[in-house]
């Protein structure tokens, strides 16, 4: 009965979109969306090309989100197919093999797919196209590992990395015990416009997916298993569902909307639920992987074969042949291009990834790398000029994040980056929704990036000047307390010269004794602040240590020369000192805990560089989580 | 010039496609106007657009902004519809080019251009001629059903040009709006269902000609909600206001408070629903404070229409809640993705 409600429902829906087309974003379950053209089917009426061997491989040393490798190998060295050649143990990073025989001949800068347009050290080879080979490179066994540590262990060795956009390297993405992972998705949604290497994955290789998902499954003691895939990719879906048979993998045919892929609106999609800002979906339980991981992650584990070549797009108006190809990485994007048939010569960018969030490329000769899914030839179209914001909204409809576009837009264009930043820029996944509906064609996206990098230079900037600050703060505070300390030795020597003449003279020496040591204190502590205008934080502390001498001075005198001391006076002394040791305490505790700042020295500014500190840890994990964020939906 | 970051592609929308199926939406409603209050109002477009194009050609020049990109995003033409639809179709012709070059100056150039100005352009123009010209901005042509005249394009012309004509008599043509005739006979002690008796009102008890253009604007508002060229909280938030309250007052008190269907048909209301209420940029911009503008001006015409000085109370309502955009932004944040409910 409900089902056929909502079945009505959504036919309702779809009558309804052929007069009002957004009606669709009744669809599905995140917010916003668009549906741009697809173009899909230029490069998916192309048979898939293999065993392109070119001449030369570049292989820079960072293909990853981490830090760069190191070469194995020396320029001349002949290097096999499936080889390692480079790896780190430094820390977070993905091995790098050989995609197939040759030679060494330069470890040296070479231009990468990267933003900043700069050449980076990479490893190029000259191929003998002999394709020799070394089989079971990473010495597996063949059989599905039981526990999440031997699965990262060779995920690793693989130089495994998610292929969609960032490349964070894989292993890492696993947790180390069995259970935590509640559901696995499958990302074989692909929504950006043009790239197809997802779809041709899944119709050519379904078998291996899903048996890489197996592998997952086992050995992280996952209980159920999703793949979502979009709608319109139909043939992918039905060779899924074949090699889903017999298995508890469930598919989800889902919606053909732009961003369906993200990772924040594909587990919306399938299982209903958000993951919490600052937050990652390992944190609720899920784990997401993208068809072409799940891939790479079978070959490692059942044949011990490393990443060295993936399906990739070569699309684009701007060609006559688009295709897919299971390229070698190393590869050169032009080449590629140049296999398509070029309608016109290629002397325009070409872009690293889809329309929506892909790279252009500042130079075109740039190899293939693991997180390539798509070369795109789009011959430049005339821009639109922008024009002024005229609040519209039309962004704030498409945003899959609800966020406020257009505020977000306003605060950054005048440089206000802590309303930008309240107005919560770093959950902005960069997906382009809002600039791909502008009618005023701003590039709103480009704005969010420029706040974003701006906010966490200037986090970095407060931080270290808050370091600088600390520092200096502590000096003084030393230098203070030295003098300090000096200083009460003296008094206390003179104190107690002074004792001596008093006690000879009347009995009630030791409450005069005191009495002078109070005063003797407070003169410092007066002095201690004048001296170093800041110090009056010391007082307690001095106080307290002129006290204890003083007592243990007097002490010391009266239990020798006057046995017959009033009691009352006694007390007080020792009152004093007890309550003074204990403000010393307090005073002294903070600089245990890592904080200089005195805590008595104004608790207001205390107070804000707390604030301060845990604003700029939250930033940083902000900065860090949309990092992540991005590379989940590049993982689309 | 190349693209350097993404997204590289774009739905080929633009505010000049936005703002041409606004004016489309309106065409309707022209017709319609024009059978029934005769061609006045098509020399009051045309004086208004002369206006338009040469005061914001000056301003652009004395704001040293390019002409040609911002003359040609035709954000101006809504202004123009605005105002058009609200003045006296034979208003002199003085009336809408002041009216015009005050709403561009100082409802926009005067705030920093398109996108920049805080309160709705047509209607600060509106609320200028009101106050300026009250006498004029009254006199409204009768609908042909009702004065038994058609004003040809001549008479038309001659009127709003030299404010007389000889062939017919003009105090049998010009009268009070029937907002106007309700209002003033509700002072005068006559009930609101004998008011609806008069010669204004046909056989529905709705206002000959106003009826019919209000109706053409709900047909044309209807196609730019499809066409996404507005929003769906300002007609559905406003009307929906609207209907509550005059339906609660008339259900109330049916002799004082005139029952829906007057409120709805009659003066510049679906025009306001659809075509000023709906300018973006002087409204709020998060969902859940555009249905509460709309609401809020929905509230406050009620109130000025029933109890206020002047019988139509729309610019004046615009324009206060122009006011409150910045607090109704404020408070009507929408929830972001992954935080807490
Ligand atoms: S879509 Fe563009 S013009 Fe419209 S509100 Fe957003 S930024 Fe402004
Ligand atoms: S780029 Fe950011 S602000 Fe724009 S639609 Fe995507 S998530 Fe929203």
Not at chain 1, 364 to 378: E, G
Not at chain 1, 456 to 474: D, V
Not at chain 2, 222 to 238: A, D, E, K
Request: hydrophobic letters at 45%; aromatic letters at 8%.
């Amino acid at each position: 009965m409900i089902q056929t409600l909502s079945a009505l429902k959504v036919s309702l829906i779809k009558w309804f979109a052929r007069f009002y087309p957004m009606a669709k974003r009744n669809l599905y379950h995140f917010h916003g969306g668009i549906f741009p053209q697809y173009h899909k089917e230029l490069s998916l009426s192309h048979p898939l090309k293999r065993g392109i061997i070119p001449k030369i491989l570049v292989l820079p040393l960072r293909q990853h989100l981490g830090i760069r490798t190191e070469a194995k190998v020396k320029v001349g060295d002949r290097v096999l197919k499936n080889q390692c050649i480079a790896d780190t143990k430094k820390g977070l990073s993905a091995p790098i093999h050989a995609p197939t025989s040759g030679k060494v001949i330069a470890i040296e800068p070479r231009y990468k797919p990267h933003p900043s347009g700069l050449k980076k050290l990479s490893i190029v080879i000259e191929t003998d196209g002999l394709d020799e080979c070394i089989d079971n490179v990473l010495d597996v066994k063949g059989n599905i590992p039981n526990d999440p540590l031997a699965l990262k262990e060779i995920v690793h060795r693989a130089g495994i990395v998610g292929m969609g956009g960032a490349g964070f390297p894989t292993f890492a993405k696993l947790p180390e015990k069995p259970g935590i992972v509640k559901n696995l998705l499958i990302n074989g949604a692909e929504c950006e416009p043009f790239i197809t290497c997802d779809d041709m994955l899944m119709q050519t290789h379904a078998d291996e997916i899903i048996k890489g998902a197996q592998i997952v499954g086992q050995a992280l003691g996952i209980e159920r298993i999703l793949f979502g895939i979009e709608d319109n990719k139909q043939k992918a879906i039905q060779a899924v569902t074949k090699a889903c048979e017999n298995t508890h993998i469930e598919i989800r045919p889902v919606m053909t909307v732009y961003p369906m892929g993200g990772q924040t609106q594909l587990i919306q999609e399938l299982l209903g639920m958000e993951v919490p800002s600052e937050h990652h979906a390992i944190d609720v339980g899920v784990l997401m992987m993208n068809v072409a991981t799940l891939r790479a992650i079978y070959h490692a584990v059942i044949h011990g074969s490393p990443l060295i070549s993936r399906f990739v797009t070569i699309s684009g108006l701007g060609l006559e042949e688009p295709f897919n190809a299971e390229a070698l990485l190393g590869t050169s994007f032009l080449e590629l291009a140049e296999m398509a048939a070029p309608k016109q010569p290629i002397n325009y960018p070409l872009i690293q990834g889809g329309p929506m969030m892909g790279m252009a490329l500042h130079e075109n000769n740039v190899p293939i790398i693991k997180t390539t899914n798509c070369v795109l030839a789009n011959p430049p179209e005339p821009v639109e000029p922008v024009m002024p914001c005229i609040r519209c909204g039309e962004c704030m409809d498409a945003c899959p994040i609800n966020l406020l576009p257009q505020q977000l837009y306003w605060h950054s264009r005048n440089h206000e980056f802590d309303r930008v930043e309240k107005l919560k820029v770093f959950d902005c996944i960069e997906c382009g929704c809002c600039s791909f509906v502008c009618p005023s064609h701003i590039p709103l996206v480009q704005y969010y990036r420029h706040a974003k990098s701006a906010i966490k230079e200037i986090k970095h900037k407060e931080a270290i000047a808050k370091l600088a600050q600390k520092r200096h703060e502590f000096k003084l505070e030393r230098l203070a307390r030295e003098k300090a300390e000096r200083d009460a030795k003296i008094k206390a020597k003179k104190a107690a010269v002074k004792q001596k003449t008093a006690q000879s003279a009347s009995t009630k020496g030791s409450a005069s004794a005191a009495a002078a040591a109070k005063a003797a204190a407070m003169k410092q502590k007066k002095q201690a602040a004048s001296e170093s205008g800041t110090e009056t934080v010391l007082s307690a502390r001095d106080n307290a240590i002129a006290l204890a001498k003083k007592r243990a001075q007097a002490a010391k005198d009266s239990s020798k020369k006057t046995p017959q001391i009033p009691h009352k006076p006694t007390q007080v002394t020792r009152q004093k000192t007890i309550e003074a040791d204990r403000q010393m305490d307090k005073n002294t505790k903070p600089s245990e805990a890592g904080t200089e700042v005195p805590k008595d020295k104004s608790s207001t500014t205390d107070d804000a560089s707390k604030r301060r500190a845990a604003a700029i840890a939250a930033a940083r994990q902000k900065a860090k989580k949309s990092a992540q964020k991005q590379e989940d939906l590049h993982e689309a | 010039m190349i693209q350097v970051s993404s997204p590289f592609t774009h739905n080929n929308n633009s505010v000049r496609k936005v703002m041409l199926n606004v004016q489309l939406a309106a065409l309707p409603a022209l017709f319609t106007h024009i059978y029934f209050f005769g061609f006045g109002i098509t020399i009051q477009w045309t004086l208004a657009l002369i206006t338009l194009l040469v005061v914001e050609t000056i301003m652009l020049k004395l704001r040293n902004r390019p002409i040609w990109p911002y003359l040609t995003d035709f954000s101006g033409l809504i202004t123009v519809t605005g105002l058009v639809f609200c003045i006296p179709p034979e208003a002199p012709w003085w009336v809408i080019v002041s009216g015009i070059t005050f709403a561009i100056i100082f409802g926009k150039h005067l705030y920093g251009g398109l996108g920049y100005n805080p309160f709705n352009p047509a209607m600060l123009g509106f609320a200028f001629l009101l106050i300026s010209f009250p006498y004029e901005m009254t006199q409204w042509t009768l609908p042909t059903q009702v004065s038994g005249y058609y004003l040809s394009f001549i008479d038309s012309f001659y009127l709003i040009f030299s404010g007389q004509i000889h062939s017919v008599p003009l105090d049998q043509i010009t009268g009070a709006t029937p907002l106007d005739e309700v209002k003033t006979a509700l002072s005068t002690g006559v009930t609101v269902p004998t008011s609806l008796m008069s010669d204004s009102f046909n056989a529905f008890r709705i206002p000959y000609g106003w009826a019919a253009v209000n109706i053409a604007f709900f047909i044309g508002g209807t196609w730019m909600l499809i066409s996404r060229s507005i929003r769906w909280q300002y007609p559905v938030g406003f009307l929906l206001t609207m209907i509550i309250l005059s339906a609660a007052f008339n259900w109330f008190d049916p002799e004082t408070y005139a029952p829906v269907r007057f409120h709805l048909l009659t003066g510049g209301l679906m025009l306001a629903a659809f075509f000023i209420i709906t300018d973006p940029v002087s409204s709020s911009t998060t969902p859940m404070g555009r249905f509460i503008y709309a609401s809020g001006i929905a509230v406050l015409v009620y109130i000025i229409r029933n109890w206020g000085a002047f019988p139509e109370g729309i610019a004046f309502a615009v324009l206060i809640m122009n006011m409150f955009v910045p607090i109704i932004d404020q408070y009507t944040q929408p929830r972001v993705v992954g935080y807490r409910k």
